[in-house]
């Protein structure tokens, strides 16, 4: 009777967690789309970069650093519950990896540059000159911004083919 219990507690568990990873996936995912989007829209006044920057980087906060959060530790409870921590495959370890490179990305580049760019515009509007760095600010989020997209299709591409070991 325990085992039965403990075998439903762990597909309910696993269940949960896959719930979880896909929400996640798809907050992380949309808000990538969002991000783009907001950023064909700027660069046509100061005030008007100003407002999407401040959306952009509400989005950033919420969405992304939260789907990451949630799609990371879900991630690692699927890995627990189904009981492959000893045992990786090839394709898992490539895809923490490339979860890392994400993460990494988005902390120590993405995000720093967005609330820089951001930050200087509001700045502006009350009269600061603009640093010279901020048209390469709008740069780096777009060729960083590409990478991870890149990397989060080739995470999403290695989760669904599966390669064997």
Not at 63 to 89: D, M, Y
Not at 144 to 149: E, H, K, M, Q, T
């Amino acid at each position: 009777m325990i085992g039965t219990d403990f075998k439903e507690v762990k597909k309910v568990s696993r269940t949960t967690l896959k719930l979880i990873h896909y929400l996640a996936l798809s907050a992380f995912v949309g808000s990538i789309f969002a991000h783009i989007l907001l950023g064909t829209f700027a660069n046509s006044d100061l005030a008007g970069d100003t407002f999407l920057l401040r959306i952009k980087a509400m989005i950033t906060n919420v969405l992304i650093f939260g789907g990451l959060g949630f799609l990371a530790a879900s991630g690692a409870g699927l890995i627990v519950v189904t009981g492959k921590l000893t045992a990786l495959k090839r394709w898992l370890k490539i895809k923490i990896v490339l979860v890392v490179l994400v993460i990494a990305n988005t902390k120590f580049i993405l995000a720093p540059a967005g609330a820089e760019r951001a930050r200087q515009a509001s700045d502006a509007l009350v009269g600061t000159p603009l640093l010279p760095n901020y048209s390469d600010l709008g740069f780096r989020e777009d060729v960083f911004g590409a990478v991870n997209l890149a990397l989060v299709l080739v995470i999403i591409v290695l989760s669904i083919r599966r390669l064997p070991t």
